[in-house]
């Protein structure tokens, strides 16, 4: 949104206006889901995660307090403006208000990720008290906040979110085309988002590159468990499909010899630890892990494929032959949702046994006291809850697409500030 109306105040092409407002209408829907169940979270640290929250309260009070103060407010200060600020305030306020709504999101996803890295990788913290009264005590903010895991978690999982709205954005501009509506709306909307796409593909392989070698650093027994290596090896090598066996302690499928010493040591001559050098209880779910990460793996390989056929279907432009690539890029919307949900499964289950890694497992920080009736019921009440929000969104989203953007009328013309100074130009 930040660049169609940045598009819009240098070009003053209307068409960049059009999309703005149009996407706009589904950035509302997709907001207000995203904070009705992600409230829901925070209360989930006081009921089910009692001894966590104790335990962590002194660290993550201070970075998830600075997510409310520099985030939240920056976002809900400007999203009125940016929703119903149209046409009542002048064209480069209304940017301002969209790219501080947008600045805000970041910080958001820079505070959530800089506690969850330091679940991963605690830092700049000392433990205090014995038994019930242990907890950790924050020492240094900027080594906890600025923790060995944050920067390159951080980069990966906000390449992962623009990933994901630029092939929503492909998505949409594609059905548009198959359908032949607003061709020109789409045709510019299937470029942009097409060109951003292809960019955080290849930017997002570095990223993981990155991120990997990190986690053989830093979470030996998760990158393990990832790539299924139960024995050590030289040289050490990567599966490409396969299962994991936790009884056999093997996996078996195919592989490319050498490939993962290359990718974590650059050197095919190194052997990356495997599972059997650590106590099984330390173990995380290996067979649910090794899956979850290639799914991960397998999406990313789609949305290359998917960008090479959008490129081909773009230079073919309304031929026949075309409407298949088109198709593909309708379903691509999956393709990133999906990678996301497998990279934070992979992160979370990888992490097992432990909540704060090394510090605490997860058994220990739970509420003991809890019934599990009370546990299912109340999850039953959410699920169902959730399903509802659900399908209220998947139904507002589909009416929205398929009704597509506003029509320009005559008064809308005259009511831009643009066009509105070039008419009494020519009056004049």
């Given at each position: ?7 819009y105040l240098i070009t003053k092409q209307p ?60 976002e809900s200060g400007f999203i009125a403006l ?44 000392k433990i205090i008290g014995e038994g019930a ?296």
């Amino acid at each position: 949104m930040v660049i169609m109306e940045g598009s819009y105040l240098i070009t003053k092409q209307p068409i960049y206006e059009k999309m703005t407002k149009f996407w706009v209408h589904i950035f509302a829907i997709i907001f207000a889901v995203g904070v009705a169940t992600g409230l829901v979270q925070v209360f989930a640290f006081g009921t089910n995660w009692e001894n966590f929250s104790r335990f962590v309260g002194d660290v993550f009070g201070s970075i998830l307090g600075a997510e409310g103060v520099f985030a939240f407010f920056l976002e809900s200060g400007f999203i009125a403006l940016l929703l119903f600020g149209w046409n009542k305030v002048g064209p480069k306020t209304h940017f301002f208000s969209t790219l501080m709504v947008a600045i805000g999101s970041h910080f958001s996803g820079i505070w959530i990720v800089a506690a969850n890295s330091w679940m991963q990788t605690p830092a700049g913290y000392k433990i205090i008290g014995e038994g019930a009264e242990r907890h950790a005590v924050m020492t240094k903010w900027w080594e906890a906040v600025n923790n060995p895991s944050t920067i390159d978690r951080l980069i990966h999982v906000l390449i992962g979110c623009w990933l994901a709205g630029a092939f929503l954005v492909l998505s949409v501009s594609a059905y548009y085309l198959l359908k032949n509506r607003h061709y020109d709306f789409a045709r510019k909307a299937f470029r942009l988002s097409l060109i951003m796409a292809t960019f955080f593909v290849v930017a997002q392989a570095l990223s993981g590159d990155a991120t990997g070698r990190l986690v053989a650093k830093v979470q030996p027994i998760k990158l393990a468990a990832m790539e299924g290596v139960f024995e050590t090896e030289t040289p050490s090598r990567m599966m490409v499909v396969g299962v994991a066996n936790e009884k056999e302690r093997a996996t078996k499928g195919l592989s490319i010899p050498g490939l993962l010493s290359f990718l974590v040591y650059r050197n095919v001559h190194e052997a990356v630890p495997g599972l059997n050098q650590v106590p099984e209880e330390l173990w995380p779910p290996v067979g649910t892990v090794f899956q979850v990460y290639h799914i991960m793996l397998y999406m990313w390989g789609c949305m290359v494929v998917t960008c090479i056929l959008a490129w081909i279907a773009f230079a073919k432009k309304r031929k026949t032959s075309a409407r298949w690539m088109l198709w593909v890029c309708v379903f691509s919307v999956l393709f990133p949702e999906i990678a996301n949900q497998m990279g934070w499964f992979t992160a979370e289950i990888g992490r097992q046994p432990w909540v704060v890694y090394g510090l605490m497992r997860t058994a220990d920080g739970a509420t003991h006291h809890l019934h599990p009736g009370q546990i299912i019921f109340s999850l039953g009440l959410f699920l169902l809850v959730y399903a509802l929000l659900f399908a209220m969104f998947v139904y507002l989203l589909d009416r929205k697409i398929k009704h597509g953007p506003d029509d320009s009328s005559v008064y809308d013309e005259y009511r831009d500030p643009y066009k509105m100074k070039d008419s009494l130009r020519q009056i004049s």
